[in-house]
């Protein structure tokens, strides 16, 4: 750590926001933490909680305007598109791009990289604009997942296939959005995790759960049961470990939703890699690694069985990974179970 990061650290570590700020005076009082930057990387983050009430409004009010249910085509993971998957892809995009800081994005519903035009812009952004759609029907809690990267080619020119794959560990901030029983934006830039509620009578993310930390041992394993059958030997014994520890199952299937859930309880997540699909379901550069970012600072741990989630070098914009993600020591049990393992 250089002299200055050391001074920057002491500085912030001065400065415990208390709960009732909101997300704008968080973030302008935070700008210290971007000594790089000139106010850009808190713009993109006003700009994602800006497309996050769109996006509320649009998912309270589905049922009442019609926009719930498929829209009638596939993305190009090959899945449905629910109509509500357009509406915030249509919402982030937009509000990144207007607010000419990022150059090009990421989407889960979007084959190639966008480029913004914004080409004086020096970040990228990586996001899953509605995650656990397919459970907007029945009402289930979805999120948003974003990772936001500093771009490598020069200031200026259009992007390219290097700014976008970066492995996790170069973010300079991720996060989510949960739309639940209340909306909740948690988000990191390497110096803790900090989680917001919004009051909708005032239209504001409130800090709520300041610098948060998961449990180092929990409670909670979320896992599909309906893949136990292709699940490998190892996980397969780590799961009646957990029975025999009467662990509590919970398993929402929207990965924000879960991983939430973990976070404030102490749990483990897992999509392993199964035998029929070994590189796993989650998606690395907008589901895995922003989560792996936020669960780090809070203490935790996320692998992918073999390496630290944040460590993989990607070499595609859509590719998979395997996800182990929780409290540290329920991470290093599985671990103990799978090591000998040749997928996972
Ligand atoms: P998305 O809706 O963005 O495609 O993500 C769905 C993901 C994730 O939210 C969840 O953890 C997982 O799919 C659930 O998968 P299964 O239905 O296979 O359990
Ligand atoms: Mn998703
Ligand atoms: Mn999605």
Redesign the pocket.
């Known amino acids: 750590m250089t002299t200055q990061e050391k001074e920057t650290n002491a500085e912030i570590n001065k400065f415990v926001a208390s709960i009732g700020t909101t997300l704008d005076r968080f973030i302008s009082q935070r700008q210290q933490e971007f000594p790089y930057a000139k106010g850009e990387l808190s713009q993109i983050l006003r700009d994602i909680g800006l497309a996050a009430k769109v996006v509320n409004k649009a998912i309270m009010g589905s049922g009442l305007i019609g926009i719930e249910g498929p829209a009638g085509e596939r993305n190009v993971q090959g ?1 449905d598109q629910q109509k509500l998957d357009v509406v915030a892809n249509v919402r982030f995009i937009r509000a990144l791009t207007r607010g000419q800081e990022v150059c090009a994005i990421i989407s ?1 519903e979007d084959e190639e990289m966008i480029d913004t035009d914004n080409h004086d812009a020096k970040y990228i952004v990586a996001m ?1 604009p ?5 459970n907007i029907d029945a009402n289930i809690p979805v999120g948003t997942i974003f990772s936001i990267y500093r771009r490598k080619s020069p200031v200026g020119t259009p992007p390219t296939a290097e700014d976008v794959l970066q492995k996790g560990a170069n973010q300079v901030a991720g996060g989510y959005i949960l739309y639940g029983s209340s909306m909740i934006l948690t988000y990191t830039t390497g110096y803790g995790v900090n989680g917001f509620t919004y009051d909708h009578t005032i239209g504001e993310f409130i800090l709520s759960y300041p610098d948060m930390k998961v449990k180092e041992l929990g409670a909670i394993f979320s896992y ?1 049961e309906g ?1 136990y059958n292709d699940f490998s030997e190892g996980t397969k014994s780590y799961l009646t470990y957990c029975r025999n520890q009467k662990y509590t199952a919970r398993y929402v ?4 939703a ?1 991983f939430h859930r973990n976070l404030l309880k102490g749990g483990i997540f897992f ?1 392993p890699a199964t035998s029929k699909s070994p590189n796993g ?2 998606r690395l550069l907008y589901e895995c690694n922003s989560l792996a970012f936020v669960i780090e600072q809070a203490g935790g741990k996320a692998t992918d069985g073999k390496r630290r989630i944040l460590d993989i070098e990607p070499h595609n914009i859509h590719q998979r990974s395997p996800l182990i993600i929780g409290s540290p020591a329920m991470v290093d049990d599985v671990m103990q179970f799978i090591k000998n393992e040749q997928f996972q």
Do not use: F, I, P, Q
Not at 130 to 134: C, E, I, Q
Not at 253 to 256: A, M, T, W
């Open positions: 899945e889960e899953d509605l995650d656990g759609s397919s599909n893949n299937g929207s990965l924000v879960d999509y379901k989650l």
